[in-house]
């Protein structure tokens, strides 16, 4: 729930008691015959709004109506009211601010616990005076200083955490966020992973909530010689993800891969549990450089024209532009701003806004909210190309920051305590103990966490039973792999799966007497659409 403090600034207001409601009337239907059979159900008069086909009526029990005859729809009648609108000069020129809901949601700037959001990129203008009160610690990975000799981090800054109603410039997403600052583009501008990793394990010892990665490398499953996965950086990721770390990236740009569009994410937008963000236009269609996927776009967010903070010493080469510190004055590759780059801040921001109004959310708890409240882009919404429901192009959909603060005051996704266990030991969740029954509530979901894995103990001799139930509406599977798999992949590793077990439907068994003691690991997989919790029931017995 949200907390107190924020109740008054939210724009709807939770509902108490009784409640104002417009009631539909049928075509054909007689009004007068309508509105009395209405007035008898709640007991109370009601107001006719004709020559409209629609009665206003109060009432605290509202479901009486539904089954009145005559009766056509039925809608709460809440206020609306203006949202928060900060006072910042270049806000007006921030549109997408506006397309995303940045501030809808609030009647006022909300009194939002400060979040701790890692930046890891180019570095930053650290005396920019929209950012030297935002930024509470910064290091370099590549030797120097933090300073920033392109801009591209001060941008990915300025849109999550520029100072807010201090009428200079621009406003961020998250005014209220905190940065840590790793710089990892070294003088050639060239990234490496080893740098990428040691900002990862800096800003989980600085108890960063979210990191934000613009930044990524070619993944082309049908030429390995050229793509650049590497399991440091997914072990780096999973790290991040197991102490309680939301990682957001950039699913890449399609002018910077051997061809235009390109129909995979980058990484480390294509790992697990990583919130892979591609970029959509002033219209709400894909933008043309946006990276496709399938699997690992995960959200869209506004890439192009985006008006941001920028380096003051890069923005003074253009004397005699006004608008200094800024994007409109920045250096000619980033006039205009654009790019997946500067849309994966915003979903960070979102993020931070989400863990500030309910620091209580997990990291995976958070990631569904924002995925499941998205906008769908559609050619309704402007995007031609986009099918309904989550698509390639941009996955959920178009962030919608009020839409997902809203889920606050409902029940969220259910929480998965045993994240990140996604691979062989030692990347699964083991299972101490001397237990006899072991009982695992967890989730699963096919475009975030298709693998869960749990290692056992199991001495020579000893039998190992294993039910799966759920996620509903799934078909997913259940494995027994020997000591020593590493990739759990029955076409790498055919001798060390021991027992597989993929029925029709979304329960499962599998049991089996061992050889050799040792930790075996057991894998839960869905290989196909659907997400949502599930239950692992493991006896041990002699």
Same mark, same amino acid.
């Given at each position: 729930?949200?907390?107190?403090?924020?109740?008054?600034?939210?724009?709807?207001?939770?509902?108490?008691?009784?409640?104002?409601?417009?009631?539909?009337?049928?075509?054909?239907?007689?009004?007068?015959?309508?509105?009395?059979?209405?007035?008898?159900?709640?007991?109370?008069?009601?107001?006719?709004?004709?020559?409209?086909?629609?009665?206003?009526?109060?009432? #605290?029990?509202?479901?009486?109506?539904?089954?009145?005859?005559?009766?056509?729809?039925?809608?709460?009648?809440?206020?609306?009211?203006?949202?928060?609108?900060?006072?910042?000069?270049?806000?007006?020129?921030?549109?997408?601010?506006?397309?995303?809901?940045?501030?809808?949601?609030?009647?006022?700037?909300?009194?939002?616990?400060?979040?701790?959001?890692?930046?890891?990129?180019?570095?930053?203008?650290?005396?920019?005076?929209?950012?030297?009160?935002?930024?509470?610690?910064?290091?370099?990975?590549?030797?120097?200083?933090?300073?920033?000799?392109?801009?591209?981090?001060?941008?990915?800054? +300025?849109?999550?955490?520029?100072?807010?109603?201090?009428?200079?410039?621009?406003?961020?997403?998250?005014?209220?966020?905190?940065?840590?600052?790793?710089?990892?583009?070294?003088?050639?501008?060239?990234?490496?992973?080893?740098?990428?990793?040691?900002?990862?394990?800096?800003?989980?010892?600085?108890?960063?909530?979210?990191?934000?990665?613009?930044?990524?490398?070619?993944?082309?499953?049908?030429?390995?010689?050229?793509?650049?996965?590497?399991?440091?950086?997914?072990?780096?990721?999973?790290?991040?993800?197991?102490?309680?770390?939301?990682?957001?990236?950039?699913?890449?740009?399609?002018?910077?891969?051997?061809?235009?569009?390109?129909?995979?994410?980058? %990484?480390?937008?294509?790992?697990?549990?990583?919130?892979?963000?591609?970029?959509?236009?002033?219209?709400?269609?894909?933008?043309?450089?946006?990276?496709?996927?399938?699997? %690992?776009?995960?959200? *869209?967010?506004?890439?192009?024209?985006?008006?941001?903070?920028?380096?003051?010493?890069?923005?003074?080469?253009?004397?005699?532009?006004?608008?200094?510190?800024?994007?409109?004055?920045?250096?000619?590759?980033?006039?205009?701003?654009?790019?997946?780059?500067?849309?994966?801040?915003?979903?960070?921001?979102?993020?931070?806004?989400?863990?500030?109004? !309910?620091?209580?959310?997990?990291?995976?708890?958070?990631?569904?909210?924002?995925?499941?409240? *998205?906008?769908?882009?559609?050619?309704?919404?402007?995007?031609?190309?986009?099918?309904?429901?989550?698509?390639?192009?941009?996955?959920?959909?178009?962030?919608?920051?009020?839409?997902?603060?809203?889920?606050?005051?409902?029940?969220?996704?259910?929480?998965?305590?045993?994240?990140? !266990?996604?691979?062989?030991?030692?990347? +699964?969740?083991?299972?101490?103990?001397?237990?006899?029954?072991?009982?695992?509530?967890?989730?699963?979901?096919?475009?975030?966490?298709?693998?869960?894995?749990?290692?056992?103990?199991?001495?020579?001799?000893?039998?190992?039973?294993?039910?799966?139930?759920?996620?509903?509406?799934?078909?997913?599977?259940?494995?027994?792999?020997?000591?020593?798999?590493?990739?759990?992949?029955?076409?790498?590793?055919?001798?060390?799966?021991?027992?597989?077990?993929?029925?029709?439907?979304?329960?499962?068994?599998?049991?089996?007497?061992? +050889?050799?003691?040792?930790? %075996?690991?057991?894998?839960?997989?869905?290989? #196909?659409?659907?997400?949502?919790?599930?239950?692992?029931?493991?006896?041990?017995?002699?």
């Amino acid at each position: 729930m949200l907390a107190a403090a924020l109740a008054a600034s939210l724009t709807i207001p939770a509902a108490a008691g009784a409640a104002r409601y417009a009631v539909g009337i049928e075509a054909g239907a007689e009004q007068g015959r309508v509105r009395s059979n209405v007035e008898r159900a709640v007991g109370a008069p009601v107001e006719s709004l004709a020559p409209l086909r629609a009665l206003v009526v109060e009432t #605290s029990d509202p479901q009486r109506l539904r089954s009145v005859p005559g009766v056509r729809y039925l809608e709460r009648l809440r206020p609306r009211r203006l949202a928060y609108t900060p006072n910042d000069p270049l806000y007006a020129k921030q549109w997408h601010l506006s397309q995303v809901h940045a501030f809808d949601a609030w009647l006022e700037r909300p009194p939002l616990a400060g979040v701790r959001v890692a930046v890891i990129d180019s570095g930053v203008d650290r005396a920019h005076p929209e950012l030297r009160k935002r930024i509470v610690a910064a290091r370099s990975f590549v030797g120097g200083g933090v300073k920033d000799v392109s801009g591209h981090g001060t941008i990915v800054a +300025g849109i999550i955490a520029a100072e807010a109603d201090n009428e200079t410039g621009i406003a961020g997403l998250a005014p209220w966020a905190d940065l840590l600052v790793a710089k990892v583009v070294d003088g050639t501008g060239s990234i490496s992973v080893e740098a990428e990793v040691r900002a990862i394990r800096w800003a989980v010892a600085q108890k960063a909530r979210v990191i934000n990665m613009s930044l990524g490398g070619l993944r082309d499953p049908a030429r390995p010689d050229r793509d650049t996965y590497s399991r440091l950086e997914a072990d780096a990721v999973a790290y991040a993800v197991s102490k309680g770390v939301l990682v957001v990236a950039a699913v890449g740009n399609g002018d910077q891969a051997p061809k235009r569009p390109w129909p995979f994410a980058s %990484y480390p937008a294509a790992l697990p549990h990583v919130v892979g963000v591609s970029a959509v236009t002033r219209g709400g269609g894909a933008s043309s450089f946006s990276n496709r996927d399938a699997i %690992y776009n995960d959200l *869209a967010a506004p890439g192009e024209a985006i008006v941001s903070t920028f380096p003051r010493a890069l923005t003074a080469q253009r004397a005699g532009c006004v608008d200094q510190g800024y994007t409109p004055c920045a250096t000619a590759p980033f006039r205009p701003a654009e790019g997946t780059s500067f849309a994966a801040p915003q979903v960070a921001a979102a993020a931070a806004t989400l863990l500030g109004a !309910n620091p209580g959310l997990r990291a995976e708890q958070v990631a569904a909210i924002l995925e499941r409240t *998205a906008a769908d882009a559609r050619a309704a919404t402007g995007c031609t190309r986009c099918a309904s429901g989550r698509d390639a192009l941009t996955g959920w959909g178009t962030l919608d920051v009020a839409g997902a603060l809203a889920t606050l005051d409902a029940e969220v996704p259910p929480a998965d305590a045993f994240e990140a !266990n996604d691979g062989a030991d030692p990347s +699964g969740y083991r299972l101490y103990g001397g237990w006899s029954q072991r009982v695992v509530n967890a989730t699963l979901d096919f475009w975030d966490d298709q693998d869960d894995v749990y290692g056992v103990y199991l001495r020579a001799g000893q039998r190992v039973d294993v039910s799966l139930s759920g996620p509903t509406g799934t078909n997913p599977a259940l494995v027994l792999w020997r000591p020593g798999a590493v990739q759990l992949d029955s076409l790498t590793e055919p001798d060390r799966r021991l027992r597989f077990s993929a029925r029709r439907g979304a329960k499962e068994h599998l049991g089996a007497r061992v +050889g050799v003691d040792g930790w %075996y690991s057991v894998q839960v997989r869905l290989g #196909s659409p659907g997400a949502g919790p599930y239950r692992l029931t493991l006896v041990r017995s002699r």
